[in-house]
């Protein structure tokens, strides 16, 4: 179909992402098996986990195949742990990788570190994180709505900030920004009219993070019109601080069994105190029709159980001595009953990070 390619030792090579982008491209063709089959399984998921409160045993097996060795200090590398206190259950962590090596554990509000001596590691570094934690359903409490321009407390400032990694303000954010209040009185129908704006604008899909804007990565999304979770997320939160709202990216882990892995998605504070939760994946269910009666608005207001483990810009897990390189990618397939995560640098393909994911739910709370 004209993708670029090229010949390897296995076959024919593809740009995974360009090739994931091929398929969203042909969204809603329902003669397109590969679209077909991928928004049915999409949507199994979406409805897979129960809405009460029910506890989860999380495991993460995580081999580090890169990281920064410095002389006479250790190597820390770091495991994510659930953020909120409602969630928090007991973590058990084990080092898998070097055999027998010392290591030190250190836990912090949402993470937790292991500290290697460099002198112990040579090759791989594999650890195991299993945790159990409670998760549920959030939602929007229909709480009244802020005005537009309406005053905001300093503690929440922070969630007004014009920069904050992908999170940039532009004149072109802006002036999309102006345009989406028109007609709209209060936080809540301003969200509304961009959520419409992102579900039918633009399309979900992968972009290699070196190939952005440095200076303005949305800005370079407002035209291509390709944002995945954390990309869109990034952008309705630009949107709503460009008008004064406060807004927030969270990171972790969608508990779908059959698409256990990464995820981010956006907080909208509707009124001092009170967030709205907004996933912008909500376009692989919908395929960009906000008027899809079941599937248009599924994660507008609300979401499933999570394993929520960073809330920007204070909250996060991080690299520690395992940065990433400049150009990397990500792919994920099954391995039985688990899902397995790998980021690869660019140009070789060489492995950079692998995770192992596992996921029970025990039961209700």
């Known amino acids: 179909m004209g993708l670029p390619r090229e010949s390897g030792p296995d ?6 992402y360009a090739a994931n982008n091929m398929i969203k491209a042909r969204a809603g063709q329902l003669e397109d098996g590969a679209w077909g089959a991928w928004q049915d399984t999409t949507r199994r998921n979406a409805i897979s986990l129960p809405v009460g409160p029910h ?27 659930p953020l909120r206190q409602s969630q928090c ?3 058990l962590v084990q080092l898998i990788e070097p055999s027998g090596a010392a290591f030190d554990v250190r836990e912090i509000p949402g993470r937790v570190e292991l500290r290697v001596s460099g002198a112990q590691v040579q090759g791989p570094i594999i650890a195991e994180l ?28 922070i969630w007004l900030r014009d920069r904050e990694g992908l ?10 920004a102006a345009s989406l209040a028109e007609g709209c009185g209060d936080a809540r129908g301003y969200v509304q009219a961009a959520w419409r704006w992102l579900m039918s604008e633009l399309r979900f899909g992968d972009t290699h993070r070196a190939d952005l804007d440095a200076a303005d990565p949305l800005g370079g999304l407002l035209r291509t019109r390709l944002a995945d979770c954390m990309l869109g997320s990034s952008l309705l939160i630009a949107l709503c601080r460009a008008r004064g709202i406060p807004a927030r990216l969270l990171s972790g882990y969608l508990l779908h069994p059959a698409n256990l892995g990464p995820h981010s998605w956006a907080e909208v504070r509707i ?22 009666p079941q599937w ?3 994660f507008l207001g609300r979401v499933d159980a999570r394993y929520l483990a960073e809330i920007a810009p204070r909250e996060f897990t991080g690299w520690g ?25 660019l140009p070789a393909n060489t492995l950079f990070r692998r995770d192992v994911l596992d996921l029970q739910i025990l039961g209700p709370t």
Do not use: N
Request: charged fraction near 25%; charge should be negative; proline fraction near 10%.
């Open 89 to 91: 259950g007991a973590a």
């Open 11 to 16: 076959g024919m090579r593809l740009d995974p």
């Open 271 to 292: 009124a001092p105190g009170e967030w709205m939760p907004v996933d912008f994946g909500s376009w692989c269910y919908c395929a960009g029709d906000p008027d899809d």
């Open 296 to 298: 248009g608005r599924f």
């Open 130 to 157: 299993v945790v159990e934690f409670a998760g549920g359903e959030t939602r929007d409490t229909q709480a009244a709505a802020a005005p537009l321009g309406a005053p905001v407390r300093p503690v929440e400032e």
């Open 167 to 176: 999170i940039v303000q532009s004149p072109g954010v802006a002036a999309l």
């Open 321 to 345: 001595s395992a940065a990433p390189p400049e150009r990397w990618y990500r792919l994920e397939r099954l391995d039985g009953d688990r899902i397995v995560h790998t980021l690869h640098a």
């Open 55 to 81: 506890r989860y045993r999380f495991t993460l097996r995580r081999e580090w195949h890169d990281y920064t060795v410095k002389p006479d200090r250790p190597v820390v590398l770091r495991l994510p742990l």
